[in-house]
Nanobody, 124 residues
Framework: VQLVESGGGSVQAGGSLRLSCAASGYIDSNYWMAWFRQAPGKEREGVATISTGGRSTYYADSVKGRFTISRDNAKNTLYLQMNSLKPEDTAMYYC????????????????????WGQGTQVTV
């Protein structure tokens, strides 16, 4: 099982980046997938999550209206389009996956996800 993130980099404030997460192994369209991030000295926090079919999404308040999570199940790939980036978005961004249903009360909990990528750095 592998989750491999890509697309990170350095960008000026106000700019955009698109992160990708390629899933392999038995992680497929039956898994909820999410993006988390961790800044130096801070805890890992949920950024956004998306349901198996892509119909349900949840976002952290800090990114609503600026970030969009999406998935292409045919390609087993998760995306995070990040617009209007701010310095406070600087962090290591991680892809995560889990088989079980998520809701507004648990989607952002780190312990709700069993599979993790190695991360991609975003610097604003």
């Amino acid at each position: 099982v592998q989750l491999v993130e890509s697309g990170g980099g350095s960008v000026q404030a106000g700019g955009s980046l698109r992160l990708s997460c390629a899933a392999s192994g038995y992680i497929d369209s039956n898994y909820w997938m999410a993006w988390f991030r961790q800044a130096p000295g801070k805890e890992r926090e949920g950024v956004a999550t998306i349901s198996t079919g892509g119909r349900s999404t949840y976002y952290a308040d800090s990114v609503k209206g600026r970030f969009t999570i999406s998935r292409d199940n045919a390609k087993n790939t998760l995306y995070l389009q990040m617009n209007s980036l701010k310095p406070e978005d600087t962090a290591m961004y991680y892809c995560a996956a889990d088989r079980y249903y998520k809701n507004g009360a648990n989607w952002y909990r780190r312990d709700e996800y069993n599979y993790w990528g190695q991360g991609t750095q975003v610097t604003v």
